[in-house]
């Protein structure tokens, strides 16, 4: 047990660099801090914050390097207590009053917990980053999006935030309307930058939330006419402009943003899937490939393409796959199909590794994978190394 709470001490207090902008640093450059979102994982760097379970209401702490796993606690003899099972909880992984985490993560040496709430409201907390000395230093008027991830970069958090008619609770006729969000976690200053339209009638690409060059990129699909239409837009930060960059009659995914590079794939309603690349800087797409497979989870090194695909067979049932292609000889180099029950998902990449959520009839687990492996293919040869874990 002792080791355990070295271990996690030292290794947050590691974590608390990698999320900090030094405003007083003398060096011309300065490094900037940026956290990535997928699903439950908040990223940052060589560490995360994990929410395994909805009903779990624990925060868990991943070190990529050293392959741990572990409730987000280093008291000594703690039961890790959740608000439910005890209200004098003093854990350091138990939300805010029960309430269930959206994210958590460290900026500026300080821990970050946004935290679900009431309806049009959120709430984040400031810790240190053993998570002791918690305080409320935010509270939103505008509830907290889980239909796309966020993302955050140099202190600013870029979300969708939904607002809801309230006015008609009796009858439950709740209608909400998405706005793109910007919170300051300097000087906490709010901004909504545009208003995306109702939320029956928006799709968003789940990765598709990006700052860059002081302007916000997101895509989406809205329903006009009864048909469904994707855009790609970007607003600047104050919040003065937006630009629409493109929009077509496809299915749009946003798969990933590379520096100034923007992968994504339009759809037809047969899954022909064309993948392209966008230039933040000049504004311009070049197709990428054609596919006569659902597209997805793109990833670009060099030249090389990695993504997954699905199709349709003629009994109903779905295949899934992995390719490698090959932008210079404009060629699949490499190919391996998925087990019916095997799931491959690609939580992020991270300098020379890549974590991935590993799923079939017998494994559940996060994984750590090697560059090399990654663009082998070689999956089994992940450490799986973050098991879903009951306390």
């Known amino acids: 047990m002792k080791k355990k709470i070295i271990f996690l001490i030292s290794a947050l207090l590691l974590f608390s660099s990698c999320g900090n902008s030094d405003k007083n640093s003398d060096s011309d450059s300065t490094e900037s801090s940026e956290v990535k979102f997928n699903g439950n994982l908040a990223i940052c760097g060589e560490y995360a914050f994990d929410n395994p379970t909805m009903n779990n209401d624990l925060l868990f702490f991943m070190d990529f390097e050293s392959g741990s796993y572990e409730v987000f606690c280093a008291q000594p003899d ?13 854990c350091t992984a138990a939300s805010p009053y029960g ?17 679900h709430s009431n309806l049009n409201e959120f709430i984040i907390y400031e810790a240190d980053t053993d998570g002791l000395n918690r305080k409320k230093v935010f509270t939103s008027e505008i509830s907290f999006s ?11 958090l870029v979300f969708v935030g939904t607002r809801y008619n309230v006015d008609d609770l009796e009858t439950q006729n709740i209608t909400g309307e998405y706005y793109l969000c910007v919170l300051n976690f300097d000087d906490w200053t709010y901004k909504e930058l545009a208003d995306l339209g109702e939320e029956n009638k928006v799709i968003f690409s789940m990765n598709s939330l990006y700052i860059y060059d002081n302007n916000v990129y997101i895509g989406f699909q809205e329903v006009v006419s009864d048909e469904y239409l994707s855009k790609f837009m970007s607003c600047d930060m104050s919040g003065n402009s937006s630009e629409e960059l493109f929009k077509s009659d496809k299915n749009l995914v946003i798969n990933n943003y590379i520096d100034d590079e923007v992968l994504y794939t339009l759809s037809d309603d047969n899954n ?35 993504y997954i695909y699905s199709y349709e067979n ?60 990654f663009w082998s293919l070689n999956f089994e040869n992940a450490q799986f190394c973050f098991e879903q874990l009951e306390y």
């Open 272 to 306: 022909i899937s064309k993948a392209y690349s966008l230039d933040l800087n000049s504004e311009e797409s070049e197709l990428l490939f054609e596919s006569d497979r659902y597209v997805y989870e793109l990833y670009r090194k060099d030249d090389d393409i990695f």
């Open 99 to 115: 309430m269930m985490y959206h994210y958590a993560f460290t900026y500026n040496d300080e821990l970050y917990s946004i935290c």
């Open 314 to 373: 003629s009994d109903s049932t779905e295949t899934r796959g992995v390719r490698l292609y090959s932008l210079k000889n404009n060629e699949i180099t490499l190919e391996k199909e998925f087990d019916d029950d095997f799931y491959l998902g690609i939580e992020a990449h991270i300098s020379d590794v890549h974590i991935i959520l590993y799923q079939n009839s017998e494994q559940d687990s996060f994984g750590i994978l090697s560059d090399e492996d």
């Open 146 to 156: 889980t239909m796309i991830y966020p993302y955050f970069i140099d202190g600013n």
């Open 78 to 90: 703690c039961k890790h207590q959740t608000y439910s099972e005890n209200p004098d909880t003093k």
